[in-house]
C-alpha cells in the first residue's frame, strides 16, 4: 500500500503533522524530494522537533525511513540535525534510516553560491533559503553533482572533485569574483561526513520494492505545496524540486510502482515564504493579526510568511495538480480570532472574473475577489469530533470540500499530535 501525503498550496500546510500522525500504522516513511530547506514542525509527547532533512516518520520507533534519489543532502547538515534528534532520545541507525545511493549531495559551494546569487540580486531577490538547493539541482541537471553513492568510491570522487572545483571556481572567482573554493577542503569535507553515513548508503529502490512486495505500508512525505512545484507552481518563484505526488514513486526510487492513494493537506487560510504573485495576500495589521494568530513565521529560517485568507482558485488547482483523493484541513482553530471570514472565491483578471488559476505571468495581474463567512468566534481547539464543532465552522468546511471538489477526510484543530477531527 503505497501513499502519498503532499500539500495542496504553498508549503507550511502542516504536513510534518500529519505525517507523525498517520505514519502510525505505516512500515516505511519516504522523503522524495527536496532538502534541508524544508522545515517540518511535529508536536508530540516527547516534545516539539523541527526536521529540515529527515522523514518525520522518524519520531516512531516501528518506522523504517527513507531518504530518496529525488532528494539533495547536505551532509554536514544531516549530521547536526540527527545530532539534535538523538540528544532527545531519537534512535537514529542503519537499520531504521536508509539513504538513497542516487540522492545528489549538497556542497558547501551550492550554500556559497545561493548566498552570492541572492546578495548579487538584492532588490530582486527570489527569497531563496540560502541552503543551496538551486545551485545542486541545476548542477545535478548540469552532470556535474555528486551521488551519494560516489562516497563508497571515494577514489573516483576525489578525481571528480577536483575537476568540477575547477569549474566551479570559473564562476565563485571569475564572475562573483569570490575567492576560490579549495579542492582539497571539499574532499576533507567529503572524506569527513562520507565516514559517518556510508553504513547508511544503499539502493532504497531495492529495498521498497521488497518492501511493497512484502506487503508492508510505505508513506511518502513531500516537502512545500503544488503551487512551489518547479513545472506547476508560481515558476520562477518556485522551488527546484518537483513537490508534487505523481512525482513521488520517482523520486522514492521506485519508479515501477503505482500510489494507492494521495492525501493532500491543505490550510484553512493561505500563507507563502518568499517572493513570486499571491493573490489573496492580506498586508499592514490585517496581515499582522493572522500571522500572529497562526504561528506564521517560517520553521527553517524563522522569516515571517505572507499571510492571506483561504483562496479557493489556487487550492482547486493544487487539489488537480496533485491528483489528491481526500484532503486534510489544516489550522482552522486560527480562523476563531474572525467574527466574519473572508476567502477568496475568484480571480478578476483583466476587467474579467477567472476560476481558473492563471499562468504565472497573467497571476501577477489578477485581483481576489473575496466572499465573507460567519465566523465562530469561539475555541475549538479542544473539539475532537465532528459534533462538536459549530455550525458556522462545519458551514466554512463544507464550502471549502465543494470548492475544491475534494472530499476533506480530517481537520485538524491544533499543533498537537491528538487535535485532529476525522471527518
Ligand atoms: P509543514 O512544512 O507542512 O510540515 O508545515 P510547518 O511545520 O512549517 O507549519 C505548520 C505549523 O503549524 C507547525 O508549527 C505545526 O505544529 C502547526 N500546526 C499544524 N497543524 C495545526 C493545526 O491544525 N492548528 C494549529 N494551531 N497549528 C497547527
Known amino acids: 500500500m503505497l501513499t502519498a501525503i503532499c500539500g495542496i498550496n504553498w508549503g507550511d500546510e502542516g504536513k510534518g503533522k500529519m505525517v507523525d500522525l498517520l505514519s502510525q500504522?505505516?512500515?516505511?516513511?519516504?522523503?522524495?524530494?527536496?532538502?534541508?530547506?524544508?522545515?517540518?514542525?511535529?508536536?508530540?509527547?516527547?516534545?516539539?522537533?523541527?526536521?529540515?532533512?529527515?522523514?518525520?516518520?522518524?519520531?516512531?520507533?516501528?518506522?523504517?525511513?527513507?531518504?530518496?534519489?529525488?532528494?539533495?543532502i547536505d551532509i554536514r547538515h544531516l549530521t547536526e540535525e540527527a545530532g539534535r534528534l538523538r540528544e532527545k532520545g531519537v534512535k537514529i541507525t542503519p537499520e531504521n534510516l536508509k539513504i538513497s545511493d542516487r540522492a545528489v549531495i549538497t556542497m558547501p559551494y551550492h550554500v556559497l553560491m545561493d548566498c552570492l546569487e541572492e546578495d548579487r540580486l538584492a532588490g530582486k531577490k527570489f527569497g531563496s533559503t540560502r541552503r543551496g538547493i538551486a545551485p545542486v539541482?541545476?548542477?545535478?541537471?548540469?552532470?556535474?553533482?555528486?551521488?551519494?553513492?560516489?562516497?563508497?568510491?571515494?577514489?573516483?570522487?576525489?578525481?571528480?572533485?577536483?575537476?568540477?572545483?575547477?569549474?566551479?571556481?570559473?564562476?565563485?572567482?571569475?564572475?562573483?569574483?569570490?575567492?576560490?573554493?579549495?579542492?582539497?577542503?571539499?574532499?576533507?569535507?567529503?572524506?569527513?561526513?562520507?565516514?559517518?553515513?556510508?553504513?547508511?548508503?544503499?539502493?532504497?529502490?531495492?529495498?521498497l520494492n521488497r518492501m511493497d512486495a512484502a506487503g508492508k505500508k510505505i508513506m511518502f512525505e513531500a516537502q512545500l505545496g503544488a503551487l512551489k512545484d518547479i513545472d506547476f507552481g508560481i515558476y520562477p518563484f518556485t522551488s527546484s524540486s518537483s513537490?508534487?505526488?505523481?512525482?513521488?514513486?520517482?523520486?522514492?526510487?521506485?519508479?515501477?510502482?503505482?500510489?494507492?492513494?494521495t492525501i493532500g493537506i491543505m490550510k484553512a487560510y493561505s500563507s507563502c515564504v518568499g517572493e513570486g504573485p499571491f493573490t489573496a495576500e492580506l498586508f499592514g495589521e490585517e496581515a499582522e493579526k493572522l500571522r500572529a494568530a497562526g504561528g506564521e513565521y517560517g520553521a527553517a529560517t524563522g522569516r515571517p510568511r505572507r499571510v492571506g485568507p483561504f483562496d479557493a482558485v489556487a487550492s482547486a488547482y493544487g487539489v488537480r495538480c496533485q491528483g489528491a483523493d481526500e484532503v486534510v484541513l489544516t489550522k482552522l482553530?486560527?480562523?476563531?480570532?474572525?467574527?466574519?471570514?473572508?476567502?477568496?472565491?475568484?480571480?478578476?483578471?483583466?476587467?474579467k472574473i477567472v476560476r481558473e488559476f492563471p499562468y504565472p505571468d497573467a497571476l501577477s495581474r489578477c485581483k481576489p475577489v473575496f466572499e465573507t463567512f460567519k465566523g465562530w468566534k469561539c475555541d475549538i481547539s479542544h473539539c475532537r469530533k465532528k459534533e462538536e464543532l459549530p455550525k458556522e465552522a462545519l458551514d466554512y468546511i463544507a464550502f471549502i470540500e465543494k470548492a475544491c471538489a475534494c472530499k476533506i477526510s480530517y481537520v485538524a484543530v491544533g499543533a498537537e499530535r491528538d487535535a485532529v477531527i476525522k471527518f
Open 25 to 72: 500504522d505505516q512500515d516505511v516513511v519516504c522523503r522524495y524530494q527536496g532538502g534541508n530547506n524544508a522545515g517540518h514542525t511535529v508536536i508530540n509527547e516527547r516534545g516539539k522537533f523541527v526536521l529540515n532533512l529527515l522523514p518525520s516518520g522518524i519520531l516512531r520507533e516501528n518506522v523504517v525511513n527513507v531518504l530518496g534519489c529525488g532528494m539533495v
Open 137 to 207: 539541482y541545476s548542477d545535478k541537471y548540469m552532470k556535474k553533482a555528486f551521488r551519494m553513492g560516489e562516497l563508497l568510491h571515494p577514489e573516483r570522487l576525489y578525481e571528480r572533485v577536483r575537476e568540477i572545483v575547477e569549474w566551479k571556481n570559473l564562476t565563485i572567482e571569475g564572475g562573483y569574483r569570490h575567492e576560490p573554493v579549495s579542492a582539497d577542503e571539499m574532499i576533507e569535507y567529503l572524506k569527513t561526513y562520507g565516514e559517518i553515513w556510508k553504513d547508511y548508503i544503499c539502493d532504497v529502490g531495492l529495498y
Open 243 to 261: 513537490t508534487i505526488a505523481a512525482y513521488a514513486p520517482i523520486g522514492a526510487g521506485v519508479p515501477n510502482l503505482r500510489l494507492d492513494k
Open 333 to 351: 482553530d486560527i480562523l476563531s480570532i474572525y467574527d466574519e471570514i473572508p476567502i477568496c472565491t475568484a480571480y478578476e483578471l483583466d476587467g
